[in-house]
């Protein structure tokens, strides 16, 4: 089942999304779903649990 969920986009990122998804033959909303769901597949990054800074002087 599909949800539907708006959004707003800047005129640029419009345009890139509609070229991408022209460039492979899909509308739009389906591109952005693809992208999305590889997105939130995508293994987390490990964080570093502390960043420290060397003094050098």
Do not use: C, N, W
Request: no cysteine; aromatic share 6%.
């Amino acid at each position: 089942m599909l949800k539907k969920t708006s959004i707003y986009l800047d005129e640029e990122l419009d345009h890139g999304l509609a070229r991408r998804a022209a460039d492979e033959g899909i509308t739009k909303a389906e591109f952005i779903r693809r992208t999305l769901a590889a997105a939130v597949q995508r293994p987390q990054r490990t964080r570093p649990e502390a960043v420290g800074f060397e003094d050098r002087r």
